[in-house]
């Protein structure tokens, strides 16, 4: 019996202090965290200070936000930027002989075509080997195969005439048939006097990348510098910035520029430009068209949309077709497809001053009719000439 009640009493004991674990272990869990405690917070050194900094702070007289006076917002403040100066107008060099000056850098690249063909003559036999070498030469030079043909039969009968062939007398021989070649008699003015009274109108046309706007601007300092006042259109609306470029031309020299919309009417702009340059009393119009490849016919016939809406006002004086001389025979192609849709009546030779040959301007008036009337000789601002046959010839023979 009383084995019994001491297993009882543990058994009550045991029960009880399992029972006190299970109560203590969940008021631990429900207690809440203690708060952290608060860091030190360290102030920052301050910054050293020199002269009136290191100063004891003065008291100073505050304003409240009422006090201040703020703008009233009614007139904004305008800040007047200086005017923008004009550009200086240049003064072009006259036109008169300017291929005279510019000759010797003509003949640096184009008297292989008369030193060839003078040192063939000289030889003491001129038998059909060296006759085909003369043909050859001329070929290679652009001359073209009918003018060669001519050329060639010319000179054969001459010799055969002259017997002694001095270097004096060759020399003059070449350059007369070389001179007959080249047609002194053709009419090589720029037209810029209007029949109606009005403003000189001309159109100039090309394909892309033959210098057509740099020609364009060029032309405007021939025409000022022979005391023209000159209007400019930049109808050529599709080439970005070729607006601007004619524009910074005629600025140099104190020619109005008449523009339009990019991707705009060229049309519109060409009679805007007529228009303006009659209000104006101007001497001259100088419309720059949009390049385009021959090759497309939509194209093409814009070309000649422009020329009709131009004409609404008055007829062209000059069409103006640019070639780039370093293209040959290929330029002739291009020449051909232009004379169809708009009727040219003068042709620019860019580039002669390179690997031209001097023999496309015998080849392009054979092939259109009308005449060289300028060339191209350098990237200079001033390097459009007049084209003069005899000045032409003497640079091609040399001196």
């Given at each position: 019996m009383d084995i019994v009640i001491l297993a009882v009493v543990i058994a009550v004991v045991v029960v009880g202090a399992l029972g006190g674990l299970i109560v203590g272990s969940r008021r631990?869990?429900?207690?809440?965290?203690?708060?952290?405690?608060?860091?030190?917070?360290t102030a920052p050194p301050a910054e050293p200070h020199v002269g009136d900094e290191a100063e004891t702070p003065r008291e100073e007289p505050r304003r409240t936000v009422e006090e201040v006076d703020l703008p009233d917002g009614s007139a904004p403040v305008i800040v007047e930027e200086p005017p923008a100066e004009a550009p200086a107008i240049e003064i072009p060099e006259p036109?008169?002989?300017?291929?005279?000056?510019?000759?010797?850098?003509?003949?640096?690249?184009?008297?292989?075509?008369?030193k060839?063909?003078?040192?063939?003559?000289s030889r003491e036999h001129l038998d059909e080997d060296t006759w085909e070498e003369v043909e050859d030469t001329l070929l290679?030079?652009?001359?073209?195969?009918?003018?060669?043909?001519?050329?060639?039969?010319?000179?054969?009968?001459?010799?055969?005439?002259?017997?002694?062939?001095?270097?004096?007398?060759?020399r003059g021989l070449l350059r007369e048939e070389l001179l007959?070649?080249?047609?002194?008699?053709?009419?090589?003015?720029?037209?810029?006097?209007?029949?109606t009274g009005g403003p000189g109108i001309v159109m100039v046309v090309g394909v892309n990348g033959t210098g057509k706007t740099t020609t364009t601007g060029k032309l405007?300092?021939?025409?000022?510098?022979?005391?023209?006042?000159?209007?400019?259109?930049?109808?050529?609306?599709?080439?970005?910035?070729?607006?601007?470029?004619?524009?910074?031309w005629g600025e140099r020299v104190g020619a109005h520029t008449v523009r339009g919309p990019e991707a705009g009417d060229p049309a519109s702009v060409a009679f805007d430009a007529v228009k303006e340059g009659k209000e104006m009393a101007a001497d001259v119009v100088l419309i720059d068209t949009a390049g385009r490849l021959h090759t497309k016919t939509g194209l093409m016939d814009e070309l000649g949309k422009v020329k009709r809406v131009v004409e609404k006002h008055a007829p062209l004086d000059e069409v103006l077709l640019v070639l780039d001389a370093t293209t040959g025979q290929n330029g002739l192609v291009q020449a051909r497809v232009f004379a169809e849709v708009v009727d040219i009546t003068g042709i620019v030779l860019t580039k002669l001053d390179g690997t031209a040959k001097g023999g496309i301007v015998v080849a392009v008036q054979r092939e259109l009719g009308v005449p060289v009337k300028l060339i191209g000789l350098g990237e200079g601002a001033d390097d459009l000439a007049p084209f003069e046959p005899d000045a032409f010839v003497d640079a091609l023979i040399g001196e």
């Open positions: 631990k869990k429900q207690l809440p965290p203690p708060p952290p405690a608060a860091p030190d917070i036109t008169a002989g300017r291929l005279v000056r510019l000759r010797a850098r003509l003949s640096r690249s184009q008297n292989a075509l008369g060839g063909l003078l040192t063939l003559l290679t030079a652009d001359v073209g195969v009918q003018p060669t043909l001519e050329l060639v039969e010319r000179l054969r009968e001459r010799v055969k005439v002259l017997g002694t062939r001095t270097p004096a007398e060759l007959a070649l080249v047609d002194p008699g053709m009419d090589r003015t720029v037209h810029t006097e209007n029949e405007a300092r021939v025409l000022v510098a022979d005391g023209n006042t000159v209007v400019l259109g930049a109808a050529d609306t599709f080439r970005a910035a070729a607006a601007d470029q004619l524009e910074t």
